[in-house]
């Protein structure tokens, strides 16, 4: 067999193994990729400097019908900051506040879906993001979960992310205008955070100006980072039962970028990014900084960074940024 498709086999079934219980009630199995050479890049954010907004959003959420090659249907779920009572909650097609916001796709863990994730997904939103977050055909919640279908979701974030900025330019859209269309970041949990690097190395999509790794690893999407400098910024916890903390800073530690890994030593594979707390306090602060210094260029919002992570004692942040 030739030694290509021999280690392409191999990638699969550890990707089948490493991530078949990646949904938050799966039981425990893990599995620590390969290191492979590392690429070399200029370090840099991509977002030239300037201010991310200081007021708290109200949240507009809507649905976009979305379907790949006629046989990969992929709903996607906006939440967007609205116009209306500043920290309200999530509302259906409430209109969008003014201004030019950026765009942060999210990808959803195995057995999962996006509204799993409204807690901090709204948050983000009501920081000045628009996020997009695709139900991928094969590993939500309502399909019959297939593992390796994780390899195809990078093409299928990449297509979203092509909707979802052509809605800026889309006569009666109402998020016409209103996307940064040159500030974009890339974000995923577990089986998403597999998608999510794989966006930043075998499927490099340019247009990403950094990423956002919850609980993810590099298995079956190599660890080779390449193309232009895209700051990442990884979240872990050193009790995850499923993809353990060593796999993901493995895979952290092959970033040749700016990074920054949130490490939470209580932390479990994602409890804390479901269910409102202090854990999701401290995930979503230094989160939103992070994609206020990357995608806005604020500065101010980088300097925060390190007490947002050290709130509470949860948590602690390997700083390289």
């Known amino acids: 067999m030739p030694r290509r498709r021999t280690a392409a086999l191999v990638a699969t079934t550890l990707l089948t193994v490493g991530l078949a219980a990646c949904s938050t009630d799966a039981a425990p199995t893990t599995r620590s990729p390969a290191a492979e050479p590392s690429a070399t890049a200029t370090p840099g954010p991509g977002a030239p400097r300037g201010r991310a907004p200081e007021q708290t959003f109200a949240v507009g959420v809507r649905q976009l019908p979305l379907n790949r090659d006629g046989d990969r249907p992929l709903p996607v779920t906006l939440w967007y900051p609205a116009r209306g009572e500043a920290g309200g909650t999530a509302e259906r097609s409430a209109p969008v506040a003014g201004g030019r916001f950026p765009v942060v796709v999210f990808s959803h863990g195995l057995g999962a879906r996006p509204a799993d994730y409204a807690a901090l997904l709204t948050r983000w939103a009501a920081a000045g993001f628009v996020v997009a977050a695709p139900t991928f055909p094969h590993t939500s919640r309502a399909a019959q979960v297939n593992p ?174």
């Open 148 to 321: 390796l279908d994780v390899l195809n979701q990078p093409a299928d974030v990449s297509y979203v992310l092509t909707e979802v900025l052509g809605l800026d330019e889309r006569a009666g859209d109402p998020l016409r205008g209103r996307l940064a269309t040159d500030r974009v970041a890339a974000t995923g949990h577990s089986a998403g955070g597999v998608t999510t690097i794989g966006l930043f190395t075998l499927d490099r999509d340019e247009r990403l100006d950094a990423g956002v790794v919850l609980a993810g690893t590099a298995l079956g999407v190599g660890s080779t980072f390449a193309g232009t400098a895209a700051p990442q910024l990884f979240v872990h916890g050193e009790l995850d039962e499923v993809v353990d903390y060593a796999s993901g800073r493995a895979a952290y530690d092959r970033v040749p970028w700016p990074k920054a890994i949130l490490s939470l030593p209580r932390g479990d594979h994602g409890r804390a990014l479901l269910s409102d707390g202090a854990s999701l306090r401290v995930v979503s602060d230094t989160t939103i900084e992070f994609l206020r210094w990357s995608l806005y260029g604020d500065e101010a919002a980088r300097g925060r960074l390190p007490a947002d992570a050290a709130r509470g004692g949860l948590a602690t942040l390997d700083d390289r940024l």
